[in-house]
């Protein structure tokens, strides 16, 4: 019989703050967290605003002496993850060490060192090239820092699935915990590039928004005025534990995590399926994983990106699952505060979907003034909305045509409703 794995801790660094309660307060007061950007001179840039994680100081994380040898998303990660642990009350002790694991992942991973490195090699030659450059930005070094920094001897992993890389993170260690391989995953994802390169690559892609005089009204998922979406940079770490387990701690409880599903659209490299069958797919997977009909779910977070085929798309997959249905489930991009944290977005939508799940308050859709009239569901505009949540779905699309999908239940909810017994 499958373990029954919970949500217990929820750790959160992004452009609306870092830690998971101002993060979670500025969100359900709707509050962007878009400005101009300051890491880089932009005025050569169509794009010249972006989500930036503001007043984080990783010294208050890290080691003095080791801040440098890890790039920006490592550093993200390991608050991240402490915000993710203490808020779980868990100390790994020893005798446990080798049942807790940490699979956190990252679309680009260490760019920023990357770029930086790249400038000493030019302007210094070999001699110049920091001896930690490499395992200060190679992507499965978030997990291992957090492993070595709280003690986690399970399984350690990463993963690299553009912006479903979050997302595919907490659902692989939900199966890990169901079938026994471990009882405890500090899982998500962790991202920072915004850097001229990575910027300049979207710019040049024609993905970002150029509403540069607006920042805060920039990032408009489902909005008729949608022009592309705003980078942000962040960490999203989920604590997740077998059922019983966090029982005996006395261990808090967000959520429980019952369906994930994965598909691909096998159709472009960044464009997504026309007519939306991979993400219709990955819902529909999610949904026949919990055994649970597509019309007990209340509320969707959303991949809402904020780019006008994404968003047409997302809501096609959304009518084609729910049919007459769709307008009754409430759906909300959260993107359009935090702007879209690429590898890190499915580790912080997971964590906001178990808060609102647990609360009963859906964070809402801002910017959404002027309705698309092809988009035409109920996308929580504006305002949070209370709202009791039996289901949940968490909704991540990448590029290469990926896509995965948690479904997540308020505690309790899916035991009565499968008559399980705990």
Known sequence: MQRRVVVTGIGLVSPLGVGTEENWKNLLAGRSGIGPITRFDAADYATRIAGE????????FIPKKDVKKMDVFIQYALA??????????????????DRVGVYIGSGIGGLPSIESQHRELLEGGPRKISP??????IVNLASGQVSIRFGAKGPNLANSTACATGTHAVGDSFRMIARGDADAMICGGAEGVITPLAVGGFCAMRALSTRNDDPERASRPFDRDRDGFVMGEGAGIVLLEELERAGRRGAPIYAEVVGYGVS????HVAAPS??????????RNAARDAGIEPSEIDYINAHGTSTPEGDRVETLAIKRLFGEAAGKVAISSTKSMTGHLLGAAGGIETGITALAVKHGIMPPTINLTNRDPELDLDYVPNEARRRD??????????????????????????????????
């Not at 026309?274 to 819902?283: F, L, T």
């Not at 909704?395 to 479904?407: P, V």
């Open 132 to 137: 930690f450059f490499i395992v200060g930005l």
């Open 264 to 267: 691909a659209d096998a159709f």
């Open 80 to 97: 991240a993850a402490q915000f993710a642990l203490e808020d779980a009350k868990l100390t790994i002790a020893p005798e446990e060490a």
């Open 274 to 283: 026309a007519d939306g069958d991979g993400p219709w797919r990955v819902m």
């Open 389 to 422: 949540i039996r289901y949940a779905l968490n909704n991540s699309f990448g590029f290469g045509g990926t896509n995965a999908c948690l479904l997540l239940a308020k505690h309790g909810a899916h035991e009565a409703r499968t008559g399980e017994r705990s």
């Open 53 to 60: 994680v503001k007043g984080f100081d990783p010294a208050a």
